[in-house]
Nanobody
């Protein structure tokens, strides 16, 4: 199973970026795909997740209203549209997948599959 993330880069505060993640090797139609991030010197934190079977989306409070997760279940692809970016959004962003849904979707320990990470840098 591979999760290939892309789309990171350098952007000024207030700008936007879109991250993409394509999964191969298995489907997550009964589970979830999402994003975590890790800033330098900080713990990894939940960003957003999508539960395909219920078409439900979940967000961390810190990104709610600015980030949007969406995707195509049939193509095993998920995106993270990030608007109104702030310097504190600077981090390595990881695409994740889980085969079976969990109510503790915000906990990284529940995700079996991780992408390689893509760096997002927001300058002030």
């Amino acid at each position: 199973v591979q999760l290939q993330a892309s789309g990171g880069g350098l952007v000024q505060a207030g700008g936007a970026l879109r991250l993409s993640c394509a999964a191969s090797g298995r489907t997550f139609s009964s589970g979830a795909m999402g994003w975590f991030r890790q800033a330098p010197g900080k713990e990894r934190e939940f960003v957003a997740a999508i539960r395909w079977s219920a078409n439900m989306k979940y967000y961390a409070d810190s990104v709610k209203g600015r980030f949007t997760i969406f995707g195509d279940n049939a193509k095993n692809t998920v995106y993270l549209q990030m608007n109104s970016l702030k310097p504190e959004d600077t981090a390595v962003y990881y695409c994740v997948g889980r085969s079976v849904w969990t109510v503790e979707y915000w906990r990284s320990i529940h995700y079996d599959y991780w992408g390689q990470g893509t760096l997002v840098t927001v300058s002030s």
